[in-house]
């Protein structure tokens, strides 16, 4: 029972909403008992679909989920990638816009939630969480918008561009100059998130890759980090 709890209090304490918090704060909310914690999602299961909608808030304590929808064709656009310590779910005080969309996991994830009453009592006790959860919420309205006007404004090669260096901004490690993207991509899945064909993609890819702003590999996609400033 005590090792459960020193790795309940760890994961907490990895959450990004919780991370400021002391460690006195953080047993003071494990003792409210809000937050329950679910076993490990295998890779490629789908946590939510529009029609089984998760209840509460959510977050992700390891690994990655793909929040898609599906249009009348059945083709995929991916909304967002959610990772460590990002949040999800739908309550009346709140909305992460997760509500109609698909979520699944892109490989074996740790997933913790909260239901809405649990959700009012936490923020109560600790009215510090709801303004750290407001900037998540205006940080993930931030990020929409930018893929809005990305589609609305940019080429398709500025699109690709926008879209890899946010995912290498927020996935990427660096290595002899460029940013790894800790992600398994294909050309599929960045067609998934800008709505485009698989073949536009890989023409738009094959000119970044002779232009050296890429490297390339089986599933696994770099940029040249000088990319990532330029976009600040």
């Known amino acids: 029972m005590e090792e459960y709890q020193i790795n309940k209090l760890w994961y907490l304490s990895q959450i990004s909403i919780f991370e400021e918090m002391t460690s006195e704060e953080m047993k003071e909310i494990d003792l409210l008992n809000t937050i329950r914690h679910f076993n490990w999602v295998p890779k490629d299961a789908v946590v939510q679909t529009p029609n089984a909608i998760l209840e509460g808030l ?9 929040v898609y929808k599906l249009n009348d064709n059945g083709k995929q656009f991916t909304l967002s990638i959610l990772t460590h ?20 996991a892109m490989e ?23 303004l750290k959860l407001l900037k998540v919420v205006s940080e993930r309205l931030k990020e929409r ?42 050309h599929q899945e960045i067609a998934n998130m800008l709505g485009v064909t698989r073949e536009a993609i890989s023409g738009v890819m094959s000119g970044l ?11 696994s996609v770099q940029v040249d980090a000088r990319m990532l400033t330029r976009s600040e």
């Open 58 to 66: 959510s977050f992700v304590k390891k690994g990655k989920l793909k």
């Open 85 to 104: 310590g990002n949040m999800f779910g739908e309550i009346n005080s709140i909305s992460f816009g997760t509500k109609d969309v698909y979520i699944e």
């Open 108 to 130: 074996p994830t740790l997933v913790c939630s909260i239901s809405e009453s649990e959700f009012d009592r936490l923020m109560k006790s600790r009215p510090s969480l709801a």
């Open 145 to 186: 918008e930018e893929q809005l006007e990305q589609i609305a404004f940019n080429g398709l090669r500025e699109r690709v561009i926008h879209m890899l260096t946010m995912l290498s901004s927020k996935f990427g490690i660096i290595v002899d100059g460029y940013a790894l993207i800790d992600l398994p991509l294909t």
């Open 209 to 219: 890759l002779k232009d050296g702003v890429i490297k390339t590999s089986r599933k």
